[in-house]
Structure formats: structure tokens, C-alpha cells
Nanobody, 120 residues
Framework: DLMLVESGGGSVQTGGSLKLSCVASGYSYSLFCMAWFRQGPGGEREGVAS??????TYASSVKGRFTISEDRDKSTLYLEMNTLKPEDTSMYYCAAARGYCDLGADFQWWGQGTQVTVSS
């Protein structure tokens, strides 16, 4: 089965940057639509960015600040986060889906998450 392992979370101050990574294993990475989601304490899960089918999609809340990318040779997904704000504080999850690729896709595979905390 596909396994996803995130890393790179941490604590930063407002305006800081972090780069998250997600390593995929157990299946051919190129078969999947990949995405980042986040969920804050007591909040709903929110799609952040997706990549696949030659298309990249961003949530409006992160557009211009976050960049999703991938290295297929390394089966690794990235999320570069700049100009971080306290409201970006969340657990960030890597996810994978088959078929049509955007943040509304049917994401069936999930990592365990990595915590991002932004202090003011």
C-alpha cells in the first residue's frame, strides 16, 4: 500500500519560513495526485495545495505565500511556506488520490502529519 511520511514542521515566528517534505513509498509515485492539507485544533481540515495531471491548485489563503513542488525521482512532495502567519498554525498532512487532481479529489492515503506553529 502507499505510505506517506511527512517531516519539516516546527515553530517559527510570524514572517518566517518552513519547508515540509513528504516521502511516498510502496507504490509508484507518478500514479497519484498529491496534496497538502492542514487541520488546526478544533478546526476543519482545509486543502492547502495539490499537484498532478500537469495542474497545481492553491487555497486562496496561501496563494502567493506557499509553493507546492515534487521530485518524482525521490518520490517526494514538498511545501515551501513563506511569510507565515499565526493562522497558518496547524497539523499539516500529505495526501494522495487517484484520478482527477485538485483539492476536491478523493484522497484515500494520508500521512501522520507534521505540526507547524507560528507565533506572533
Amino acid at each position: 500500500d502507499l505510505m506517506l511520511v511527512e517531516s519539516g514542521g516546527g515553530s517559527v515566528q510570524t514572517g518566517g519560513s518552513l519547508k515540509l517534505s513528504c516521502v511516498a513509498s510502496g507504490y509508484s509515485y507518478s500514479l497519484f495526485c498529491m496534496a497538502w492539507f492542514r487541520q488546526g485544533p478544533g478546526g476543519e481540515r482545509e486543502g492547502v495545495a495539490s499537484i498532478g495531471d500537469g495542474r497545481i491548485t492553491y487555497a486562496s489563503s496561501v496563494k502567493g505565500r506557499f509553493t507546492i513542488s515534487e521530485d518524482r525521482d525521490k518520490s517526494t512532495l514538498y511545501l515551501e511556506m513563506n511569510t507565515l502567519k499565526p493562522e497558518d498554525t496547524s497539523m499539516y498532512y500529505c495526501a494522495a488520490a487517484r484520478g482527477y487532481c485538485d483539492l476536491g479529489a478523493d484522497f484515500q492515503w494520508w500521512g501522520q502529519g507534521t505540526q507547524v506553529t507560528v507565533s506572533s
